[in-house]
């Protein structure tokens, strides 16, 4: 059996520092307690990694680079958990490995390194790393793997806010800039052998904290810090030797001095940048590319700040004084601005992450002279609620608290298969609870209220779909596009046929299938609303509907009979039509079997109930009693298998339940019970495959509180029930955090022999994964066998 990870997707985490962009050409980022690695192409970029082993959220990420200029091979990343991770390069898993670790016992707001020999690839190389908790800095030394802490720095009391590290030219000193609370910039040296640094100057200026810093190294030995605060503004200060003192002049710049072994270096300002008008979090160099006569004429600084702009800045020929070269970012709408900015390798890509953990990535035309914004991955920056796949498979839809509900499709290209989002249908005011499918072109979504609000596609998505997948069902398609009145939180249909034209010409059908940019999916995806129901007394929790999209069950939370009810709702008039009582507190997750002839729900209240089909009602035909349920904790999820003769039951215990369903006597029977020895199942999920039946077997797939998935094999053999583990997923493979929800896709002909899992977490990522295998397959693992209950 041969297990793929098909799609990532997930944001980077709201900190400075968080993502960074290597030669090597991958982008590393923070996504909540994990690092994702992330592979940039021509067309569509994916995440390709996600490396786990931090317990809370990562604070600061970043490539070492190698003082040689080669690929970097190795990355640093920290956590408010304390802990300093370096993860390496693994060529035989092509991934990365943490191979030092340390704890130094509190949060960690800020990191930098610096290698300290020029073989980065050798087991020996040494390894400088500053950390900052703090009012306190440490300063630690790798070699051979062992990370220890050789130096604790502290300014006075004074917290430390960022802190980069260079080396001085034709020296063996190391340079360090600290940022300080008090808005000052200290810089210390250190021998690169004994490492103990020592205050040499402070740089003062700016007006308030000092969020980013940046080193530049020129030919002629100079070395240019670039220093961006929340004042707005942009310092940049030259750090030189001085070759003669010069005479007094009173239009001279003001020079700080200090001395290493006898050189004196003079500190002067260059220039202070205005431009901004917001706090500045992120400044970078443009990478040199070995370039010859590399001086400051050709030098070019990245800024991003909190005021949706990005500006590269340059010093003009003419005048002598550092311009505004072009600026890049959003004007209006609702998001915030930018926490960090990085240069590509190449120096033509320019990349930033926003206050929502989104993506913005330009690219350099040369041919039109122009930055051009191209696709960048795109993830939820909050816990992943809930998913649905669209009832024939050609979109997954996902829902978070992050208050947006989002749509993923598949995109093809010379055998190349790319998952990326093509739309953001709602973005609400709410934290989002739940959703589901009523029809290709319809959902129902449930939020932090009590109304189930109804979405209805666009013609604009119908076209989008239509360029990935046969969109010939898309019938009942809405003819406008949709926006969100300000301090609204219903999306309202506007007739716009010119914003139509105007967009069918910037993108014409000829041009081929575009991925929409990060700007395109918060502004022009939309989906408009359709009804709203009311009905609950509280926050709605769950949703299911039925397979031919007749009928939607909705519930919310509970502490008592009354409004653990179920509604049944009529997508044909929408009203209700029934109101199902049996659980006396919140009902957790609920599922129409696939003939649609049963409605299973499971509650806090520790049991479950099904309802069997009559006419066109439902009536409550059994529930479970404390006498033969093997749950003594909250049930959370439920799941039916494709030929409806079966379901499970999955509970904070720790235990599933497989309960048959004889539909002739409306007799439930509980088959087996698997004990995950007290690990709290969250998700549960049957592959929709129908040789399996044939052959006497199902498919499970269990999600766990810690972030594991797990594949089991279930044989029914007489008396007996046999469960053969397949594989299981670790918490860098799967989830780190609860599994809040699992679904297959529905069966793909064209891939007879492989299914695709779709799995969303508290961890804020959606993963999809591809378990391919042969048809009557065996299985050497051992398989526990559990006998009936009578």
Not at 517 to 532: A, F, G, H, S, V
Not at 533 to 558: N, P, Q, V, W
């Amino acid at each position: 059996m041969i297990s793929t990870t098909r799609y990532i997707s997930c944001s980077c985490n709201r900190m400075p520092h968080c993502a960074d962009w290597a030669s090597n050409g991958l982008v590393c980022f923070g996504a909540c307690n994990a690092i994702a690695i992330y592979e940039p192409c021509i067309h569509i970029g994916r995440v390709v990694h996600t490396l786990h082993r931090h317990r809370e959220h990562v604070s600061t990420v970043h490539w070492i680079r190698p003082r040689n200029g080669t690929p970097e091979t190795e990355l640093l990343s920290c956590s408010v958990d304390g802990t300093v991770i370096i993860w390496s390069e693994d060529r035989q898993s092509n991934s990365f490995r943490d191979t030092s670790s340390l704890d130094v016992g509190r949060a960690i707001t800020l990191a930098d390194s610096f290698q300290l020999t020029d073989d980065a690839s050798s087991t020996c190389s040494r390894l400088l790393v500053c950390v900052g908790t703090g009012n306190e800095l440490k300063v630690c030394s790798r070699e051979n793997n062992d990370i220890k802490v050789v130096q604790t720095m502290d300014f006075g009391g004074k917290f430390s806010l960022h802190c980069r590290l260079t080396h001085l030219p034709n020296t063996k000193y190391l340079l360090m800039a600290t940022a300080l609370e008090n808005s000052s910039v200290v810089l210390c040296t250190a021998d690169e052998l004994q490492l103990n640094f020592v205050k040499v100057q402070s740089l003062l200026g700016h007006q308030d904290w000092v969020k980013c810093m940046d080193f530049c190294h020129c030919d002629n030995g100079d070395i240019f810090l670039a220093t961006g605060s929340e004042d707005t503004t942009i310092r940049l200060w030259k750090i030189s030797q001085t070759v003669t003192t010069p005479l007094y002049n009173e239009l001279m710049q003001k020079r700080e001095i200090f001395t290493i072994d006898n050189v004196e270096y003079d500190v002067t300002l260059e220039t202070i940048l205005y431009g901004h008008e917001s706090w500045v979090y992120g400044v970078h160099w443009q990478p040199t590319q070995e370039k010859k006569n590399h001086d400051r004429r050709s030098m070019k600084l990245l800024s991003s700040s909190f005021d949706k702009s990005m500006i590269i800045w340059k010093l003009d020929d003419c005048t002598e004084i550092w311009t505004e070269e072009v600026r890049v970012g959003e004007v209006g709408g609702n998001s915030l601005g930018f926490y960090g900015c990085k240069f590509g390798p190449d120096g033509l890509h320019i990349l930033g992450h926003d206050y929502q953990g989104s993506f913005h990535i330009w690219k350099y035309s040369q041919e039109i002279a122009k930055w051009l914004p191209r696709s960048a991955p795109s993830g939820h920056f909050s816990e992943v609620v809930d998913l649905c796949w669209e009832p024939k498979g050609r979109f997954l839809l996902t829902a978070s608290t992050d208050k947006t509900t989002r749509i993923h499709a598949l995109w093809k290209d010379d055998e190349e298969e790319r998952w990326h989002e093509i739309a953001r249908p709602q973005v609400h005011g709410h934290d989002m609870s739940c959703l589901v499918m009523l029809a290709p072109y319809m959902y129902a979504s449930g939020a932090e209220e009590k109304v189930i609000r109804v979405f209805t596609a666009t013609s604009a998505f119908r076209d989008r779909l239509g360029s990935l997948a046969d969109v010939e069902d898309f019938k009942s398609v809405a003819t406008r596009r949709a926006t969100v009145p300000s301090l609204g939180l219903t999306n309202k249909a506007t007739l716009d046929e010119e914003f139509a034209e105007c967009k069918n010409a910037e993108n014409p059908v000829t041009e081929g299938y575009e991925t929409p940019t990060e700007e395109e999916l918060t502004q022009n995806t939309l989906w408009p609303e359709l009804k709203k129901l009311y009905g609950h007394g509280y926050e709605i929790f769950c949703m299911a509907a039925r397979h031919d999209g007749s009928l939607l069950a909705t519930a919310c939370k509970s502490t008592s009979l009354e409004h653990a009810a179920i509604i049944l709702w009529s997508t044909t008039t929408w009203s209700q039509i029934q109101r199902l009582v049996s659980h006396q507190l919140t009902v957790t997750q609920m599922e129409f079997s696939p003939n649609d002839m049963y409605l299973l729900s499971v509650s806090r209240d520790r049991k479950w109930s099904l309802y069997k089909k009559h006419d066109e009602s439902y009536t409550l035909t059994a529930t479970s009693s404390k006498n033969d349920s093997p749950h003594l904790r909250i049930i959370w999820c439920c799941a039916w298998t494709m030929d409806s003769n079966y379901f499970a039951t999955g509970s904070r215990d720790g235990k599933v339940g497989i309960w048959s369903v004889r539909t002739e006597e409306d007799n439930v029977t509980r088959e087996a019970t698997l004990d995950t020895q007290n690990q709290s199942v969250t998700a549960v999920c049957f592959a929709p495959h129908k040789d399996f039946i044939s052959q006497g077997f199902h498919v499970l797939a269990m999600g766990f509180e810690i972030g594991h998935i797990e594949i089991y094999m279930l044989t029914m053999n007489g008396e007996v029930v046999e469960w053969t583990k397949l594989v299981k997923y670790d918490t860098s493979e799967a989830h780190h955090l609860t599994v809040k929800k699992l679904v297959f896709q529905p069966r793909n002909e064209q891939w007879p022999n492989t299914l695709r899992l779709a799995s969303c977490s508290s961890d804020h990522t959606v993963k999809i994964r591809d378990i391919s295998f042969e048809i009557g397959f065996k299985c050497n693992i051992a398989c526990s066998i559990l006998t009936r209950p009578k």
